[in-house]
């Protein structure tokens, strides 16, 4: 007897001719084509979007340094560039005054004004670094600290399309023009160490930070009014790590046949109870008409 493979088909065949299509199945076959396309779009749509999970840790991230970049960059509408000059001091005995190096001044305001950008490294200690006449050869008659930041940045900038919820910028656009002239500005600043790392293993370093505020005036030797802002740093020991996590393709894979098998399954069910229905009421109106 010669084995025929065929037996082993458990998706038997109906001869055509044994088939009757129906308007509402093609209704409904047509729904469930439309229906499983835009579940499988919405579905590959979260597959190839990466999700980014997050934990804190207790270490520091950098081992390979002992210093942090910073950026900072505002604007001072009302005290010109020439009288402007960045202080940078911490605990372990550091004072610059008057730093240049990688400091950029450019004048708005028709000449009255600065705005003003720099980058720099901070050790891992608590500091400060301040924007002030301290420097400047002479002083202004009537110094105007007033100001809008634009940005104050600690660490690596953390890349553009990055879906992550943090303070890493919290001072953006931050508008302090209506304030007192004369007044000092005082940005208590906490930093959070963070950690980003992507699906392919990069790392940055996108430090985080929160601050509080208050304004004083304060006076020099001599009865002087020698107004600054200041912004004075401290590190948590907290660490918040941030990492870019795919979903596995057999997961896709078995939701995209979940998706067409059970659209499927309950349209065939649904056409059945309809056309069985059909059926039934045809036969009672052939019924009633003899």
């Known amino acids: 007897m010669q084995f025929d493979i065929r037996r082993f088909d458990i998706y038997r065949k109906v001869p055509k001719d044994l088939t009757q299509p129906t308007?509402?199945?093609?209704?409904?076959?047509?729904?469930?084509?439309?229906?499983?396309?835009?579940?499988?779009?919405?579905?590959?749509?979260?597959?190839?979007?990466?999700?980014?999970?997050?934990?804190?840790?207790?270490?520091?991230?950098?081992?390979?340094?002992?210093?942090?970049?910073?950026f900072i960059n505002l604007t001072l509408p009302n005290l010109n560039c020439k009288y402007l000059g960045l202080d940078i001091q911490d605990d372990m005995g550091r004072h610059?005054?008057?730093?240049?190096?990688?400091?950029?001044?450019?004048?708005?305001?028709?000449?009255?004004g600065c705005r003003m950008e720099s980058h720099f490294l901070i050790n891992k200690v608590p500091g400060n670094f301040h924007v002030s006449t301290h420097s400047a050869e002479s002083q202004p008659d009537n110094p105007d600290m007033t100001h809008i930041i634009h940005k104050v940045r600690f660490g690596m900038d953390l890349q553009e399309g990055k879906d992550v919820s943090g303070s890493f910028n919290p001072l953006e656009g931050l508008d302090k023009t209506k304030s007192q002239a004369i007044a000092t500005h005082d940005y208590i600043v906490k930093i959070v160490p963070s950690v980003y790392?992507?699906?392919?293993?990069?790392?940055?370093?996108?430090?985080?930070?929160t601050f509080s505020y208050r304004d004083v005036v304060q006076y020099g030797h001599g009865g002087r009014m020698m107004p600054a802002i200041w912004f004075?740093?401290?590190?948590?020991?907290?660490?918040?790590?941030?990492?870019?996590?795919?979903?596995?393709?057999?997961?896709?894979?078995?939701t995209v046949c979940a998706i067409v098998g059970g659209t499927f399954t309950v349209a065939g069910i649904l056409d059945s109870c309809i056309f069985t229905a059909a059926e039934v009421f045809r036969k009672l109106e052939i019924g009633k008409l003899s």
Do not use: M, W
């Open 96 to 112: 610059e005054v008057g730093f240049q190096d990688n400091t950029q001044k450019f004048e708005v305001n028709g000449g009255n």
């Open 23 to 70: 308007l509402t199945g093609a209704c409904i076959s047509i729904f469930s084509v439309l229906f499983i396309l835009f579940l499988f779009l919405s579905e590959l749509s979260l597959f190839i979007t990466h999700d980014v999970v997050s934990e804190l840790t207790v270490e520091d991230p950098v081992k390979h340094s002992e210093k942090i970049p910073v």
């Open 197 to 209: 790392e992507d699906s392919r293993g990069n790392l940055r370093y996108p430090y985080q930070y």
């Open 232 to 254: 004075r740093y401290d590190l948590s020991p907290i660490t918040v790590r941030y990492k870019e996590k795919r979903k596995p393709f057999y997961t896709f894979l078995t």
